[in-house]
């Protein structure tokens, strides 16, 4: 097995070929430069140096070792470097799980703001609806989640990273088009598209809370997960739904949408993550990851 210091002196004292000179630029006198080259000749087995009067010369076995053995430290330098990284988290892969809402402008941003920061970090995504997230922790797959924020059983830490008003999609043409804003009293018994209490534990208990508290009584026509499918119904004509301001982002034809006007509660967008993780380069994205949003939000004020 190579001694890496023995190959450093050979590397040395090869460049220069003037062993008085190599000791110097090594730290070391040259009887301790002499030694370790001749130890590693004895560990190759071939004579590396030859001496003409008082200079010495790379033998044929000695030119052919000096570039593997220039390739050899400059190898090492780069796995001390790599492994120094790693330790600060520069480098490494983070598994990110992100909601549909989230993978509209949040998470596309935040990538191109980490490229330029942690640019050797591996980023995997895995979309998933929020109740997924909260069950891929447990799973251990995702590393970082930007959902709703949803009690669980595993202790999860939790960070506000952006929130939006709730509004009201309506079938074109409906009555309640004709109004600019709608109060919820004015939702009583109608036909309504409602998410999950399930898979949409997050956006249910909070219209049923919302709704109740004003006395609302909902016509439930349907249960649905998934904010796409909740427009397709409403615009069939199907019933109204309750859905997070961004989903006029997906420009479903003959959908309306209009304000609520008696309420000011906000659909919360998350970054979560398990407080006993121990990947450094987790830790470097989430705390880039929180500083980069802590920005946006003083920029917006």
């Known amino acids: 097995m190579l001694d890496l210091g023995q190959v450093r002196c050979f590397v040395v004292a090869a460049t220069e070929?003037?062993?008085?000179?190599?000791?110097?630029?090594?730290?070391m006198t040259q009887p301790p430069l002499s030694r370790q080259i001749h130890l590693l000749e004895?560990?190759?087995g071939v004579k590396l140096f030859e001496r003409v009067g008082r200079a010495v010369k790379l033998t044929t076995e000695?030119?052919?070792?000096?570039?593997d053995a220039t390739r050899l430290l400059n190898l090492a330098e780069q796995a001390e470097s790599t492994v120094r990284r790693a330790a600060k988290g520069k480098t490494g892969r983070v598994r990110i799980g992100f909601t549909g809402a989230?993978?509209?402008?949040?998470i596309p941003e935040l990538l191109v703001a980490a490229s330029d920061v942690l640019p050797e970090i591996d980023v995997v995504l895995l979309e998933l609806i929020s109740v997924a997230q909260v069950e891929a922790f447990s799973a251990n797959t995702i590393d970082l989640g930007f959902l709703r924020p949803l009690p669980s059983r595993q202790t999860l830490e939790f960070l506000l990273v952006d929130e939006e008003p709730l509004i009201v999609a309506l079938p074109k043409g409906h009555v309640l088009c004709q109004h600019e804003r709608i109060e919820l009293a004015q939702l009583d018994r109608q036909p309504f598209i409602m998410h999950s209490p399930t898979q949409g534990k997050y956006f249910h208990d909070r219209i049923m809370s919302m709704l109740t508290a004003q006395g609302v009584s909902l016509n439930v026509a349907q249960y649905i997960d998934q904010t796409p499918t909740i427009l397709s119904l409403v615009r069939a004509g199907l019933g109204v739904g309750i859905l997070p301001a961004s989903a006029q982002r997906f420009h479903y034809d003959n959908v309306e949408f209009r304000m609520i006007a008696d309420t000011t509660l906000q659909a919360e967008m998350s970054m979560a993550w398990r407080p006993d993780q121990d990947n450094p380069a987790v830790t470097a994205f989430r705390l880039m990851a929180a500083d980069y949003f802590a920005k946006?939000?003083?920029a917006r004020r």
């Open 17 to 27: 070929l003037n062993f008085r000179r190599a000791a110097t630029l090594l730290h």
């Open 42 to 44: 004895d560990t190759l």
């Open 62 to 67: 000695g030119r052919v070792f000096l570039a």
């Open 102 to 106: 989230a993978g509209y402008e949040l």
């Open 296 to 298: 946006k939000r003083a």
